[in-house]
């Protein structure tokens, strides 16, 4: 009774995944006694079920990639950090801390803690190895102010557009500083919270209406149709 995957390899639809008594579980069929991918995406066996996570569901890493993630552990030497991929990913307290690390002495938890989030760059990873974060280099580190949302990882080229032009529309109509995490996780900074919403306002339109065309025009009529009843409001 074989399978002919590793944990977590990415596989293609219509691949061979396992033969005998398995049971076909999230995105897989049967056909006799043989299980195969409808989905491409990460491939798992748990307790004879085959089942493979959707390829556009989550984040896959690429060195050098700005994430935002979720400090979810204090360790050792350093965090485990939730970065919206099956992967969690490692930030070592020696690239945190601009001095040698003495972990007799430091008490990490006052640096970083669970629930903290932060700005990085994915700095290593590989399929045999958890990646590896950085926050050694300017806007990256621990996030103080602003809102966050999620979007499908997919769609962050769409929020971004050709050469930029979306994200910097939004980002000139709301005042906002915009971080696009490209596992898929925004944070919207601006000068109150109007501006922050109105910004989250737009993204979530390009996330919804992001197979369509022309949507750059449709998000510009947006924003300028709020900021006008936002100033109809301030006048009333």
Known sequence: MPTFFEKKQLVTPGELLAE?????????????????????????????NVNIVALRAFYVPKI?????????????????????????????????????????NDELSQVLNAGDLIVAKIASYDRAHDPQLTVGEPGLGKITRGQIMKVTP????????????????IKQETGCQ??????????????????????????????????TSGLTDRITQLLKEEKSKREEKKNE
């Open 154 to 169: 997919t769609k962050i080229p769409r929020v971004i557009g050709r050469k930029g032009s979306m994200i910097s529309m």
């Open 20 to 48: 005998g008594d398995y049971i076909a579980g999230e995105n897989t069929y049967k056909e006799g006694n043989k299980i195969y991918a409808s989905r491409i995406g990460l491939v798992d066996c748990d307790n004879k």
């Open 64 to 104: 050098g990639d700005i994430v935002i993630g979720t400090v979810v552990e204090v360790g050792f030497n350093g965090w485990t950090v939730d970065i919206e991929s099956p992967y969690t990913a490692l930030l070592r307290a020696s690239d945190v801390l601009s001095r040698p690390f003495k972990p007799q």
């Open 178 to 211: 915009i971080i696009l995490g490209l596992n898929g996780v925004i944070l919207v900074t601006g000068k109150n919270l109007e501006d922050e919403e109105l910004a989250l306002l737009a993204i979530r339109k390009i996330e919804e209406e992001s197979h």
